[in-house]
């Protein structure tokens, strides 16, 4: 996975928009943004997280933002000490979370001696913890300035470049940029380049529109495919003119194909058995907890009867769906005229793209 289009990098859930995890989804959809880039771990230590209640904060942020269908990334802030530690620590983070891509913040501790081993050994696990997930080294823009920091150790196990290109007190940051890349292309691996860019109140200097401009035009006559900045709340605070610039600016990105969880939703709405029954394999199984049913068929039969007479006229909406290649874990909600379903609760197992295995619970509460 790539990522496309602008993201903004969140550190405190409870600075953004008061913590309010729709009005951070609303004001990220009215920005155009297509990913959000929250903290979730800082050391060995869970992050975004309430200290007195113990309530983890980013699920309501997740569930909002992908109702949006903006992708969110988890990023974590490292240290070194305990490499082994941080690495369980985002394994376990982006597990339980179900995140899109993980982000790996590590920057002056790893210029200390003896650090290139400790990189190698979080990256290792975290590679080996978290296999199929995305995952991208957030640091320094010129490599050239920290010779002491261990950029392969980590971008040996990265599938993505994020450098931190913040032009602090000049105002050039397309010529940072560019500088940037060419760095980044002497050394091996090379990543694709996902910059992130300042938008953000330090001292007496802030970023200009015309830098946000710059910054932005550059990346895309590179050819990234994408572009940061941070930070949400120092922007919404501090720059509401260049949160606008940044809101104004056009990257339009191509939507996704839709997930089959997704689509087999739209086909529950249509009420049309036929259009249903075309998600499954001509053998596949319908398992509830009360019975099994096996072939097309009798699979058909059984949508007939939940559209005529178990919620005749319903509505379901899809609240959340996990799980990739063979596996999807769905829930949902229904509305009709003979009650409503607030549990829907299914699992698909998916063969060349179609149902072959689908578990299914709800109840109507009238």
Request: with cysteine; net charge neutral; hydrophobic share 40%.
């Amino acid at each position: 996975m790539t990522l496309r289009g602008k993201g903004f990098f969140i550190w405190k859930i409870p600075n953004c928009e008061n913590g309010d995890p729709v009005a951070i989804a609303n004001v990220a959809a009215q920005a155009g943004l297509s990913h959000v880039l929250i903290k979730i771990a800082d050391g060995v230590g869970s992050y975004n997280v309430d200290l007195t209640t113990g309530v983890d904060l980013v699920p309501p942020v997740i569930q909002e933002l992908r109702a949006r269908s903006i992708e969110v990334w988890g990023w974590h802030y490292i240290y070194g000490y305990d490499p082994v530690g941080e690495a369980n620590k985002a394994i376990q983070r982006m597990t339980a979370l179900e995140l899109d891509g993980y982000v790996v913040d590590a920057e002056r501790e790893f210029k200390e001696s003896g650090k290139a081993e400790a990189a190698r050994t979080f990256m290792n696990r975290v590679r080996t913890g978290l296999p199929d997930t995305t995952i991208a080294l957030s640091s320094y823009r010129f490599p050239s300035f920290h010779p002491q920091f261990p950029f392969r150790a980590f971008l040996e196990k990265c599938d993505l470049n994020m450098p931190q290109v913040y032009w602090l007190l000049s105002h050039n940051p397309g010529e940072q940029l560019l500088r940037t890349l060419n760095e980044f292309q002497a050394i091996t691996p090379v990543r694709p380049v996902i910059p992130t860019g300042s938008a953000f109140k330090q001292g007496s200097w802030s970023p200009t529109t015309a830098d946000i401009q710059d910054f932005l035009q550059t990346a895309r006559s590179l050819n990234m495919t994408a572009a940061n900045f941070w930070e949400w709340a120092n922007c919404r605070t501090n720059l509401p003119d260049i949160w606008n610039a940044i809101k104004d600016y056009e990257w339009s990105v191509t939507p996704p194909p839709l997930d089959i969880a997704q689509r087999y939703i739209q086909a529950l709405n249509s009420r049309d058995p036929d259009q249903v029954i075309a998600f499954y394999l001509p053998n596949a199984l319908h398992v509830t907890s009360a019975r099994t049913l096996t072939g097309s068929q009798n699979i058909r039969n059984w949508y007939s009867s939940l559209f005529s007479t178990v919620l005749p006229g319903a509505s379901f909406t899809l609240t959340s769906f996990t799980g990739t290649g063979n596996t999807r874990y769905l829930s949902w909600t229904a509305r009709s005229s003979a009650g409503n379903v607030l549990n829907g609760s299914d699992t698909f197992g998916l063969l060349s793209d179609l149902i072959a295995y689908h578990y299914t619970f709800f109840t109507v509460s009238r």
